[in-house]
């Protein structure tokens, strides 16, 4: 049985790395699609242009827009005159965010009346409105807070007004640099992808080139072909895993606080699954083109459904249901936890053991239908 496979495994790798463009697919592809992929995926919120409307222009109305501009968050772009220019920015994306303050703001304050400020924002994409709300919020009671302290001395009251003071900690990614988070599951699509692109060629390509016969007539069995293919593809991904592992944490600078033995064994058994899946759409497949649509087919909904970027408590019931059908989803957890928990295989096996249940099956499907092929 192994020698007969050990043919297949031979010939694959000949084939493979006889096209100079199948070469660079399969190592050079990953790590610019890591690369552009780890730039883009970052959802940090440093820079916010910012249009300021002061009609009040006073000593109190410049304190807060310089706490406003002297943080890291918001960069003053324009500086506006009328309720049309206001407009102008939004409605044109220059600005995210439009800090507006009338006139009285000032007077309002030294007289210990209410003081009004209107902050304007494009709601355009939601979550960055709301984590710029968040900074804006935080600024403000710093101001309220300090106006209040020296109001007090000025009366001669108590300087330091009781407050409860909050502190929070964030685990795994003190930080809380996006990137650290997406990097990861970047690494588990990138890697899907190539796995299932590469082996849904696998057996469609023999047809269109005519060796299908050869291998039918052969006495080679289905298992034996679908490990003879299966062998070579599984070891090229995890050197694609090896290599852009390698540039998350080298350029990237993402934490790897797990063990990375357990990280490639839950890779193999994660490969067995995704190249079973690819392997099984060769095999229904009668084209290359048709194995490659079917294989975006695939691919995007398992990518969304797999949390990578939609938080799967957030989708509905049924949604999340079907989600545990989907081996990305177990991955994304795998991989996650490997990098930034640095947890154990006590931890994680509540996501691999379903990861090789699916693998068995997908594996077994597929020599079925190549073995219905071949009768």
Not at 64 to 82: A, E, G, H
Not at 242 to 262: E, Q
Request: charged content about 15%.
């Amino acid at each position: 049985m192994w020698e007969r496979a050990s043919s297949i495994i031979i010939k694959e790798f000949k084939q493979i790395f006889r096209d100079p463009r199948m070469k660079t697919i399969i190592f050079i592809t990953p790590l610019v699609q890591i690369l552009m992929f780890g730039y883009a995926a970052n959802k940090d919120i440093n820079f916010v242009p910012t249009a300021i409307f002061d009609r009040d222009n006073t000593r109190e109305s410049r304190d807060l827009l310089r706490d406003f501009t002297y943080s890291k968050y918001f960069v003053p772009r324009y500086f506006l005159s009328n309720d049309a220019e206001q407009n102008a920015v939004l409605d044109k994306g220059r600005a995210s965010i439009v800090i507006r303050m009338d006139r009285g703001f000032g007077r309002n304050l030294r007289a210990g009346k209410d003081a009004l400020v209107q902050l304007a924002y494009d709601g355009t994409d939601s979550n960055t409105a709301m984590v710029v709300m968040g900074y804006a919020n935080t600024i403000m009671s710093n101001y309220q807070y300090r106006m209040l302290k020296e109001e007090a001395l000025e009366r001669g009251g108590i300087a330091e007004a009781p407050r409860v003071d909050l502190r929070d900690r964030a685990w795994f990614n003190g930080n809380l640099i996006s990137r650290n988070y997406y990097i990861p599951g970047v690494i588990a699509s990138i890697v899907t992808m190539m796995s299932l692109l590469l082996s849904a060629m696998a057996i469609v390509k023999e047809k269109e080139i005519g060796t299908m016969e050869q291998l039918i007539v052969s006495p080679i069995k289905p298992l034996e072909f679908i490990i003879g293919k299966l062998l070579p593809f599984a070891i090229i991904a995890l050197v694609q895993i090896t290599l852009i592992t390698a540039l998350g944490v080298l350029w990237f600078h993402v934490p790897l606080r797990g063990n990375l033995l357990l990280l490639l064994v839950a890779s193999c058994i994660y490969l067995f699954t995704t190249l079973g899946i690819g392997l099984f759409i060769s095999t229904v497949s009668s084209t290359q083109q048709e194995a490659m649509m079917s294989v975006f087919l695939f691919y995007l909904p398992i990518v969304l459904l797999s949390g990578f970027a939609y938080p799967i408590a957030n989708m509905p019931k049924i949604i999340q249901i079907v989600t545990y059908l989907n081996p990305l989803r177990y991955f994304m957890v795998i991989i996650r936890g490997v990098f930034l928990k640095g947890v154990g295989i006590t931890v994680l096996w509540p996501q691999i053991w379903p990861l090789v249940i699916m693998g068995l099956c997908v594996i077994l499907l597929s020599s079925m239908q190549f073995g219905k092929k071949m009768g």
